[in-house]
């Protein structure tokens, strides 16, 4: 288990190494190539958890290392790194530091859980025995209480905290339904064996084979249902939930022209374009909030009236982006000064407009409009050799719907 345990860890950390610095699968496979993995509090607590697991895995090859008392302190505090590292997997939402200390918890609890069933199905259920066998089943259902309230509690204050109420209308809430009800079942199945051990055992003496035979095949099923539910936990941890974020580290290529628009009640967009002169352009729309928002709008309007602007409906209501890809057909014909205006509608009324103006190149020169905090710079190009003739028309409003980015 140890070894499956190692290798899931190092293929997810070639997997985050992938993602965080862009490049490849096969580019990440080399521990060398793992430097962005610390760039993040993620990223170093999987490695932390790597290292747990390996140590662990060392004293649990051979049995004896683990009853040794010198080896006690060691193994505890891995177990306690491992532990610990599953607190920053969602280090993101609402109420932060009581998640990371809930998540840790909550871990702790999860182990005891999925150990002590191990243990009982492995060990203890492994043939007839005396009554020693008797008392740690008496004491593994005397524990599932207790252990069961720390993590039906610590899970229901985790969704609170980055889900919220919207376990329907968003994939990760689905996902999370789903969840609910392999642990609905793998409840009742626990408290069926822990009841019978409790009153049907009450007066044994020894652990017969009739008895290892009717708890045997029952606590399998709870040990293969918690695997069910630790593999969904995955399933969660691959998506993103209504109240966290993705790490801002700003537009994945560089636009030309970036601007970033606050406004009061804690309406915050970045409009983003590239490359900025006449013709067909990528626009990046980003709401980084409120947290709800309808009849999301951006409106493109060129000083030039004779030249048509546009009316993008942005199709999301939570904090996220939205995409119009070069080929999509929103064509930025005026070269000059453009107006964009922001608007949208909260749970508590119109938000206040946003407004910014940007340049667009003739195709000669084009004007970057970096991030905040660099120096804004120009660069001439080469005129481009294949001129388009447009009819003029009076100034217009056209309404292009946009998907989300994926």
Same mark, same amino acid.
């Given at each position: 288990?140890?070894?499956?345990?190692? &290798?899931?860890?190092?293929?997810?950390? &070639?997997?985050? =190494?992938?993602?965080?610095?862009?490049?490849?699968?096969?580019?990440?496979?080399?521990?060398?190539? %793992?430097?962005?993995?610390?760039?993040?509090?993620?990223?170093?607590?999987?490695?932390?958890?790597?290292?747990?697991?390996?140590?662990?895995?060392? /004293?649990?090859?051979?049995?004896?290392?683990?009853?040794? *008392?010198?080896?006690?302190?060691?193994?505890?505090?891995?177990?306690?790194?491992?532990?610990?590292? /599953?607190?920053?997997?969602?280090?993101?939402?609402?109420?932060?530091?009581?998640?990371?200390?809930?998540?840790? #918890?909550?871990?702790?609890?999860?182990?005891? %859980?999925?150990?002590?069933?191990?243990?009982?199905? !492995? &060990?203890?259920?492994?043939?007839?025995?005396?009554?020693?066998?008797?008392?740690?089943?008496?004491?593994?259902?005397?524990?599932?209480? *207790?252990?069961?309230?720390?993590?039906?509690? $610590?899970?229901? &204050?985790?969704?609170? +905290?980055?889900?919220?109420?919207?376990?329907?209308?968003?994939?990760?809430?689905?996902?999370?339904?789903?969840?609910?009800?392999?642990?609905?079942?793998?409840?009742?199945?626990?408290?069926?064996? !822990?009841?019978?051990?409790?009153?049907?055992?009450?007066?044994?003496?020894?652990?017969?084979?009739?008895?290892?035979? !009717?708890?045997?095949?029952?606590?399998?099923?709870?040990? @293969?249902? @918690?695997?069910?539910?630790?593999? =969904?936990? @995955?399933?969660?941890?691959?998506? !993103?939930? *209504?109240?966290?974020?993705?790490?801002?580290?700003?537009?994945?290529?560089?636009?030309?022209?970036?601007?970033?628009?606050?406004?009061?009640?804690?309406?915050?967009? +970045?409009?983003? #374009?590239?490359?900025?002169?006449?013709?067909?352009?990528?626009?990046?729309?980003?709401?980084?909030?409120?947290? +709800? #928002?309808?009849?999301?709008?951006?409106?493109?309007?060129?000083?030039?009236?004779?030249?048509?602007?546009?009316?993008?409906?942005?199709?999301?209501?939570?904090?996220?982006?939205?995409?119009?890809?070069?080929?999509?057909?929103?064509?930025? +014909?005026?070269?000059?000064? %453009?107006?964009? $205006?922001?608007?949208?509608?909260?749970?508590?009324?119109?938000?206040?407009?946003?407004?910014?103006?940007?340049?667009?190149?003739?195709?000669?020169?084009?004007? =970057?409009?970096?991030?905040?905090?660099?120096?804004?710079?120009?660069?001439?190009?080469?005129?481009?050799?294949?001129?388009?003739?447009?009819?003029?028309?009076?100034?217009?409003?056209? @309404?292009?719907?946009? *998907?989300?980015?994926?």
């Amino acid at each position: 288990m140890s070894i499956i345990a190692a &290798i899931a860890l190092i293929l997810l950390i &070639i997997v985050m =190494t992938a993602r965080q610095s862009g490049g490849g699968i096969g580019s990440s496979i080399s521990p060398t190539a %793992w430097g962005p993995l610390f760039d993040s509090n993620e990223g170093r607590a999987v490695f932390l958890r790597l290292i747990a697991v390996i140590g662990l895995g060392y /004293y649990a090859w051979i049995t004896e290392r683990v009853l040794e *008392p010198t080896n006690l302190l060691p193994t505890t505090v891995l177990l306690a790194l491992s532990m610990l590292s /599953y607190g920053f997997d969602r280090a993101t939402g609402r109420a932060v530091i009581l998640g990371i200390i809930l998540a840790v #918890i909550h871990m702790a609890f999860v182990a005891v %859980w999925v150990g002590s069933i191990a243990i009982i199905w !492995r &060990i203890v259920l492994h043939g007839p025995g005396t009554v020693d066998l008797v008392d740690a089943l008496r004491g593994w259902a005397r524990i599932a209480t *207790p252990v069961t309230i720390g993590i039906v509690g $610590t899970g229901l &204050i985790q969704v609170w +905290r980055i889900d919220g109420i919207s376990l329907i209308n968003s994939g990760h809430g689905r996902v999370l339904l789903l969840k609910v009800v392999f642990v609905g079942l793998l409840l009742f199945v626990s408290a069926t064996i !822990r009841q019978f051990v409790l009153r049907g055992m009450q007066n044994a003496k020894s652990l017969n084979e009739k008895v290892v035979y !009717r708890l045997k095949r029952p606590v399998g099923i709870e040990l @293969s249902l @918690s695997i069910v539910v630790l593999a =969904t936990s @995955s399933w969660l941890m691959a998506m !993103r939930p *209504p109240y966290v974020l993705n790490k801002d580290s700003g537009p994945g290529v560089d636009y030309a022209i970036v601007q970033d628009m606050t406004a009061k009640d804690d309406f915050h967009v +970045r409009l983003s #374009i590239t490359p900025g002169d006449v013709g067909a352009n990528r626009i990046l729309i980003e709401l980084f909030g409120p947290s +709800r #928002i309808q009849n999301f709008t951006v409106t493109l309007t060129p000083a030039n009236p004779n030249f048509s602007g546009y009316t993008i409906n942005v199709p999301i209501t939570r904090p996220g982006g939205a995409l119009v890809e070069q080929d999509a057909g929103l064509l930025l +014909r005026a070269p000059g000064e %453009w107006t964009a $205006t922001i608007t949208g509608v909260t749970t508590i009324g119109d938000l206040p407009p946003m407004t910014t103006t940007f340049i667009v190149a003739d195709g000669t020169t084009v004007t =970057t409009l970096p991030k905040q905090g660099l120096k804004r710079s120009t660069t001439t190009i080469a005129q481009s050799t294949t001129t388009t003739t447009v009819a003029l028309a009076p100034a217009v409003t056209t @309404s292009t719907t946009v *998907p989300p980015a994926g």
